[in-house]
T-cell receptor, first 116, second 109 residues
Framework: EPEVTQTPSHQVTQMGQEVILRCVPI?????FYWYRQILGQKVEFLVS????????KSEIFDDQFSVERPDGSNFTLKIRSTKLEDSAMYFC??????????????FGPGTRLLVL | RKEVEQDPGPFNVPEGATVAFNCTYS??????FFWYRQDCRKEPKLLMS?????NEDGRFTAQLNRASQYISLLIRDSKLSDSATYLC??????????WGAGTKLIIKP
C-alpha cells in the first residue's frame, strides 16, 4: 500500500537555526499539507499546496515558514529561524483530490522537531 | 468557544463494553466530518467519515446531529487494540481541517 514518508524522523536544532523537513507524498496525489502537533495538544493545520503554490495557510504559517516542491517527488517545509515554541511533531499529508467530501488525507509518520 | 471541542477523557472501559463519545463544533457552515484515531506518538489515521444519515463500519458507528452541532462515535464490543486517542475533525468552508484535541480511550482487560 502506498504511503507518505517523512525524513528525518527526529531533528534536534539550536534556536535560530534553519531546518528543512522533507516529505514524499503518495505519487499520484495532487494536494499536499503540513500540520503540526505540539506535544499533548491538538493537530494544527499549517498550509496546503497544490499546483506548485500555496492554496491555503493558517495564522501559524508566518514568514519564517516556507514550502517547496523542489522536484517531482519531494515536498519540503522550511523553518528559517527556529524558536523554542516550534518544537512539535510535524506531519505531512497528501490527498488525491481536494478535501471536499470524504476524500482521505494520508498522513506521514511525522518528524519530531526539538528546538533547544 | 472552541471551534471543535471534545472531552479529553480518559475513558477507562472494560474489554467488550460499548463506549461512546461526542464532539461539538461551533461553525454551522462546516462541510464534512471525520473521526481519526491517533496512537501515542504516531500519525493520525482516518477511522471513518461521518455522513448526515449516520454510518456504520463494523463495530464503529458515527452520527451527525447538525441541529445541535455535534458528531458522535460509538464503539461496540471494545477491544484492547481500540485503546487510542480519537480525534474529531471538522472541515470548514475553506476546506481546512479543524481538529479537536482528542478523547483518550483506554480499554482494560
Amino acid at each position: 500500500e502506498p504511503e507518505v514518508t517523512q525524513t528525518p524522523s527526529h531533528q534536534v536544532t539550536q534556536m535560530g537555526q534553519e531546518v528543512i523537513l522533507r516529505c514524499v507524498p503518495i505519487s499520484n496525489h495532487l494536494y499536499f499539507y503540513w500540520y503540526r502537533q505540539i506535544l499533548g495538544q491538538k493537530v494544527e493545520f499549517l498550509v496546503s499546496f497544490y499546483n506548485n503554490e500555496i492554496s491555503e495557510k493558517s495564522e501559524i504559517f508566518d514568514d519564517q515558514f516556507s514550502v517547496e516542491r523542489p522536484d517531482g517527488s519531494n515536498f519540503t517545509l522550511k523553518i528559517r529561524s527556529t524558536k523554542l515554541e516550534d518544537s512539535a511533531m510535524y506531519f505531512c499529508a497528501s490527498s488525491e483530490v481536494r478535501l471536499a467530501g470524504v476524500e482521505t488525507q494520508y498522513f506521514g509518520p511525522g518528524t519530531r522537531l526539538l528546538v533547544l | 468557544r472552541k471551534e471543535v471541542e471534545q472531552d479529553p477523557g480518559p475513558f477507562n472501559v472494560p474489554e467488550g463494553a460499548t463506549v461512546a463519545f461526542n464532539c461539538t463544533y461551533s461553525n454551522s457552515a462546516s462541510q464534512s466530518f471525520f473521526w481519526y484515531r491517533q496512537d501515542c506518538r504516531k500519525e493520525p489515521k482516518l477511522l471513518m467519515s461521518v455522513y448526515s444519515s449516520g454510518n456504520e463500519d463494523g463495530r464503529f458507528t458515527a452520527q451527525l446531529n447538525r441541529a445541535s452541532q455535534y458528531i458522535s462515535l460509538l464503539i461496540r464490543d471494545s477491544k484492547l487494540s481500540d485503546s487510542a486517542t480519537y480525534l474529531c475533525v471538522v472541515v470548514d468552508s475553506n476546506y481546512q481541517l479543524i481538529w479537536g484535541a482528542g478523547t483518550k480511550l483506554i480499554i482494560k482487560p
